[in-house]
């Protein structure tokens, strides 16, 4: 299992640069997958900080949230991980996951309160402290 994500890797490294690039859809990795889906919920909480989304899609959010972060110990496996990305320490691939998974518990409980003042000051520390945890600057979704 541990050695999956690896090959996985591998594998759509050797696509991305010898295959055409046609149809990039079937190569999205289990990793970056699970980024996505983390952006989504993210942008979602950003939302209802701004109004334009309710507490219940926000709650739905937060619970896919945490759900991908306790699933990160398993894509990003410490022994690995960082022999695949280069700015990722082993030290990080073994934090990172418990880190993730209690900013995301925050910002859910956050959430709950239906206070979007505080809802928008745990957002800040969740994208610092868990998705700042792996990555220097804060993903934003792309514009459309
Ligand atoms: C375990 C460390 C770690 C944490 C925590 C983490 N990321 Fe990532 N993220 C990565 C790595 C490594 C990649 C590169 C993945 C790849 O290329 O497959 C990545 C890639 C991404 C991408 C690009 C995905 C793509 O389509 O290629 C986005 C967006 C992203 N992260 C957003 C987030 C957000 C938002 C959070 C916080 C909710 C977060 N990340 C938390 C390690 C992390």
């Not at 073994?94 to 745990?122: D, F, H, K, N, W």
Request: net charge positive; with cysteine.
């Amino acid at each position: 299992m541990a050695i999956r994500p690896a090959f996985f890797m591998a594998a759509s490294l050797l696509l991305t640069t010898c295959a055409p690039r046609q149809d990039t859809s079937t190569q999205v990795t289990p990793q970056a997958e699970s980024m996505q889906h983390m952006l989504v919920a993210i942008e979602t909480v950003r939302n209802y900080v701004r109004n334009t989304t309710t507490q219940r899609e926000a709650e739905a959010a937060t619970a896919d949230l945490a759900t991908w972060a306790g699933k990160l110990g398993e894509l990003f496996p410490p022994a690995t991980a960082p022999k695949l990305y280069v700015d990722m320490t082993t030290d990080m691939a073994r934090e990172a996951p418990g880190v993730m998974i209690a900013s995301a518990t925050a910002l859910r409980s956050a959430v709950a309160t239906g206070r979007l003042p505080i809802v928008a000051m745990q957002l800040e520390r969740t994208e610092k402290d868990g998705c700042g945890f792996c990555h220097r600057r804060p993903y934003r979704m792309p514009p459309p």
